[in-house]
């Protein structure tokens, strides 16, 4: 019986890092270099390894994502594994699933510590995707799955994973679903597939995107903040370049009572989502009045975020403006993640 075959995409990050003369971290390793660092991985999958390219992921960008898009739309294996760095792996890998709609599982994976500490956690990691990849569970499930994050032994959907710690090895979580899956011994434990209506809606209206970069400012709202900077960068003959705009709100989707006038200045410049600063839940819709309530800033025009956190939020707003969507098939959109 053939075993699965499994390729490997290296993109860099604290996995992939080696030390200089310094000491100091810095990226080096390849794809053959993080799969000769876990020799059973021959004894579970046909492994392929393809170095992307050797970037931490604070400096990935959009562009380049949806060029990892297309390599792996063209990758001829029964799954595909993603390395990368964790800085914004929360929000890759939540591209990635906007953009991939395949038969085949794919996992983006990650380390916490470098290779040159003690217990790296990398090859664990590594190890751990490829199990996860050819487990029958997930290989059958891999469409309702969609794209996945595996951390620490734990499978996460790309919609909910945030890293919740700068540091630890536990770094990741799923606050408001919890886990997929999780790894024991050999296998996998399967929890719970995930609710996949609102991706799936958006991947409708997104299929094929391939605009120009869009890109999207990011306000977080915070205590006796009026959002001075909004009237600036809408008084720049181009905007500054901005062609939407997240607002990290409060509570339930509450501004500063003083920077209400800017948020709604904003909203009516370009499309603006609200989105949780607490990090995720689905917000209010009509319990609070006020000029800067839930119920105001709805009916000022603002587009509502629902559960998703604010960099996951900018993550589909770029993408929707990058496709070319008017602000009411945004909105509607948005609306379906609660």
């Known amino acids: 019986m053939s075993k699965p075959r499994i390729h490997v995409l290296a993109l860099g990050g604290t996995i992939a890092t080696r030390p200089d003369s310094t000491g100091a971290m810095q990226m080096g390793l390849g794809a053959d270099d993080l799969v000769a660092a876990v020799p059973v991985l021959k004894e579970i999958a046909e492994i392929g390894a393809e170095t992307v390219s050797r970037v931490g992921s604070h400096s990935l960008s ?30 890759t890998s939540f591209l990635l699933d906007l953009l991939l709609d395949l038969e085949i599982p794919v996992i983006v994976t990650a380390a916490m510590r470098n290779p040159a500490l003690t217990s790296p956690d990398g090859p664990g990691n590594l190890l751990a995707a490829v199990r996860v990849a050819t487990d029958d569970w997930v290989r059958k499930n891999a469409k309702a799955l969609g794209v996945v994050a595996v ?23 799923s606050t408001q679903t919890g886990p997929l899956a999780a790894l024991v011994e050999d ?29 999207v400012a990011l306000f977080w709202m915070s205590l006796d903040d009026d959002a001075a900077l909004m009237p600036f960068m809408l008084a720049a003959p181009d905007r500054l370049g901005f062609r939407g705009a997240v ?38 819709r ?21 559960r998703l956190h604010p960099l996951k939020a900018r993550v589909l707003l770029e993408t929707c403006l990058r496709a070319g969507l008017d602000r009411a098939t945004i909105a509607e959109l948005f609306d379906a993640f609660g």
């Open 62 to 91: 959009f562009d380049q994502i949806h060029a990892l898009a297309t390599r792996i739309r063209d990758v001829k294996a029964d799954g595909v594994v993603v390395t990368q760095g964790t800085d914004t792996m929360e929000e």
């Open 151 to 173: 951390m620490l032994d734990e499978v996460y959907a790309a919609s909910d994973v945030l890293k919740v710690h700068p540091t630890r090895l536990n770094a990741f979580a």
């Open 187 to 215: 296998r996998v434990v399967p929890f719970a597939l995930p609710v996949r209506n609102a991706v799936v809606a958006a991947r409708s209206k997104l299929a094929g995107v391939s605009g120009k970069a869009a890109p």
């Open 247 to 284: 607002i990290a709100a409060m509570g339930g989707g509450h501004t500063p009572e003083r920077a209400t006038e800017n948020v709604i200045g904003l909203a009516k410049a370009m499309p603006t989502v609200v989105s949780p600063r607490a990090g995720g839940g689905p917000m209010l």
């Open 286 to 306: 009509k319990t609070y009045g006020g000029s800067s309530s839930e119920i105001a800033l709805r009916e000022a025009g603002l587009i509502w975020g629902g």
